[in-house]
């Protein structure tokens, strides 16, 4: 493995781990605290931007009754709520609640940190450099993974 490999991989795992930690110290403690999955889970809808069921179950390659049971779960313990379509009154979309957002605010925190000792440390024209490489990354990422290969 490269060096910039195994420092990009080591960036990745510290972001992944303290925004975890941080998650589990907070919902760790409560009677409706998520499992492993269910984090996963409710992280993937958020991300996914209101996807239907039908979407979210494609996504994590679920069967229906699957993720519905997921959903279920996530609706009961107040993190998931299923918004009719207002077009089409058989389609259900999945949007995360307040009190899931409150713990993945955690993550903003986080990064305004860092923003503010990237901006401390580095050049004005260093830290444009940087926001250069991470706009070309995302737009990288945006790539269906099929099309990398």
Same mark, same amino acid.
Do not use: W
């Given at each position: ?6 420092? !990009? ?5 510290? !972001?992944?781990? *303290?925004?975890?930690?941080? %998650? ?10 998520? +499992?492993?999955?269910? +984090? ?19 996504? %994590?390659?679920? +069967? ?7 959903? *279920? ?13 207002? +077009? ?12 899931? %957002? ?19 440390? !580095? ?7 940087? *926001? ?18």
């Amino acid at each position: 493995m490269h060096l910039l490999e195994k420092n !990009f991989e080591t960036l990745y795992l510290m !972001f992944r781990s *303290n925004y975890f930690k941080r %998650l589990l110290e907070i919902i760790g403690t409560k009677e409706s605290s998520l +499992s492993a999955t269910e +984090s996963f889970c409710v992280e993937i809808i958020y991300l996914l931007g209101k996807p239907k069921v039908s979407e979210f179950a494609s996504y %994590l390659n679920l +069967s229906i009754p699957n993720a519905n049971y997921k959903i *279920n779960n996530l609706v009961k313990k107040g993190y998931v709520v299923k918004e009719q379509s207002k +077009s089409d009154l058989r389609e259900q979309y999945l949007c995360v609640t307040d009190k899931f %957002l409150n713990y993945y605010g955690l993550n903003d925190k986080m990064i305004a940190f860092l923003m503010k000792q990237i901006k401390k440390e !580095f050049s004005p024209q260093d830290v444009d450099k940087l *926001n250069d490489m991470i706009n070309r990354i995302i737009a990288i990422m945006q790539t269906p993974y099929e099309e990398l290969l």
